[in-house]
């Protein structure tokens, strides 16, 4: 069987459509009809593949919003700080030398200001290393945990309540935490799983908060706010006070609705996030934006100043009251004006927000005014200028989650081209191993016909030898005939 054999078994076999009456028909026109539709269908058909190929390599993605409802959903980590960072009545005489310094360096996320033209030439350096000399080293750390904000049951924290109890929660169950604000206290931030189960107020944590607003210590280029800033957020992110904190002034009923949004997003070369999933921090256990963006700050602080703020995590030397004022307040003023450059953390593919709303109502009622008075020992005006009411609850017992998905997965890629492959040319798998069978036949049996001609060839020249050698006859390969001498 010769090669155009082969070729016409298989175009006659094949289980692509179209082929086979190519080579069937005797009609010049309707062969030329025929190969005009195959090669059209052909060409669409690789049109459509090539198309696909570039939508699956542009990685986009869809995303699928779900609301999924619960019969109890986890309560989150609130953290709660005073604008004011140090009480006038906790200041011992020998710490007043140093609270200037303190509340000059700031050591804001983000301040306002960080020049100030009563000290902006102050020999900072000098000052701090003569009171060390007369008094000893300053422990910046323990001062503003002794004269910061007190979250304590008689004090501050008035009335505590978790989910419409009374006297259900105290002091005990807020953690302390450093921030820019001084002391804050975080509920709910140890590992122990709290959920609300029915929505609306009074069904999560309810507490009233004295602010002491006649014992703040602040000056005009510190905070000259009243009130509380509060910030809810997973327990796994340490808070950003500054920079995402919320604000209730006293005499105020906060009504804080809580919302749970999770996201899941998917990682490069899919969408445009750039989100991780496995990165490690230093020093927290679980990665967040917000624990990676306090970990970018600290190494610069470290790496310019040698020393780092007290509220920051690490085993690098607290910085003291002199650096704080001069290195760290210029370091941190660089950061914001982006002299460092831009953050240098990417957002976790798998996180969860707490959207929160809060709406507004007077504390308290003037019906109630002097009963409360009455309890607390304390004048209506008082109340006024000091209380701070927060109920904090999720307003529905469900979530929203946004998931990422890829627009084209591999597999669907595959569907797609054997789609449009057996759609136009009702070509299939079985067709591919067709071909593969078509093509080693071929070249197969192409070397034998190769092989065979050789062995013919190289009989033949055997014959023209023997020739030439019997009886003294010499054979011309140039030409057919033969001389005899």
């Given at each position: ?24 028909r ?14 059209g ?10 198309d696909r190929?570039e ?25 709660f ?14 710490d ?10 700031m ?11 009563d ?45 419409g ?29 709290l ?13 009233l908060?004295?602010?002491?607003q ?76 917000s ?7 600290l ?71 002097q ?16 209380f701070?009411?927060l ?20 597999s ?56 030439e ?17």
């Amino acid at each position: 069987m010769a090669c155009d054999d082969n070729d016409k078994e298989f175009f006659s076999t094949t289980t692509m459509h179209g082929v086979g009456r190519i080579f069937e028909r005797s009609n010049v026109l309707v062969k030329l009809i025929w190969t005009f539709v195959v090669l059209g269908a052909f060409g669409v058909s690789t049109w459509q593949i090539v198309d696909r190929f570039e939508r699956f390599f542009e990685y986009n993605v869809n995303t699928e919003i779900k609301l999924r409802f619960l019969n109890e959903i986890e309560y989150p980590a609130i953290t709660f700080c005073n604008f004011n960072r140090y009480y006038d009545s906790l200041v011992k005489p020998s710490d007043q030398p140093y609270v200037t310094a303190l509340l000059y360096a700031m050591d804001y996320d983000y301040g306002e200001s960080y020049t100030d033209p009563d000290y902006g030439n102050f020999d900072w350096v000098d000052w701090y290393s003569n009171l060390t000399a007369q008094n000893g080293a300053f422990d910046y750390a323990n001062f503003t945990r002794r004269a910061g904000m007190q979250f304590d049951d008689e004090n501050t924290l008035l009335s505590c309540e978790w989910r419409g109890r009374p006297t259900s929660c105290s002091a005990a169950n807020f953690t302390h935490v450093f921030t820019s604000y001084g002391n804050c206290y975080t509920f709910n931030a140890n590992k122990q799983y709290l959920s609300q189960d029915q929505p609306g107020a009074g069904n999560g944590l309810r507490i009233l908060l004295n602010i002491k607003q006649e014992d703040y210590l602040e000056p005009l280029s510190g905070n000259v706010q009243a009130g509380i800033k509060f910030l809810v957020h997973s327990k796994n992110t340490p808070p950003l006070m500054d920079s995402q904190g919320l604000a209730v002034e006293p005499g105020t009923y906060g009504f804080v609705s809580v919302q749970q949004v999770r996201t899941v997003s998917l990682q490069q070369p899919y969408g445009d996030s750039n989100c991780v999933s496995d990165s490690t921090l230093q020093h927290y256990d679980d990665y967040s934006l917000s624990a990676c963006i306090v970990e970018w700050r600290l190494d610069i602080i470290v790496r310019e100043c040698d020393c780092k703020p007290f509220r920051y995590p690490g085993p690098a030397r607290d910085c003291d009251v002199a650096e704080s004022a001069t290195c760290v307040k210029d370091t941190l003023g660089k950061i914001k004006n982006g002299d460092f450059g831009r953050v240098q953390c990417q957002v976790p593919c798998n996180m969860t927000n707490f959207p929160t709303t809060v709406s507004y109502a007077r504390y308290p009622s003037i019906t109630v005014t002097q009963e409360i008075s009455t309890t607390y020992n304390v004048s209506e005006e008082y109340i006024r200028n000091n209380f701070v009411y927060l109920d904090i609850f999720y307003d529905e017992i469900n979530y929203e989650e946004f998931k990422q998905t890829a627009a084209m997965t591999p597999s669907a890629l595959v569907s797609d081209i054997g789609g449009q492959l057996g759609f136009f040319l009702g070509a299939s798998v079985i067709t591919l191993f067709e071909f593969i069978e078509y093509l080693f036949m071929k070249c197969h049996r192409c070397c034998d016909s190769e092989k065979k001609r050789r062995v013919d060839d190289s009989k033949d020249d055997v014959k023209l030898e023997n020739l030439e050698n019997y009886n003294g006859i010499k054979v011309k390969p140039a030409t057919s005939s033969v001389t005899l001498t």
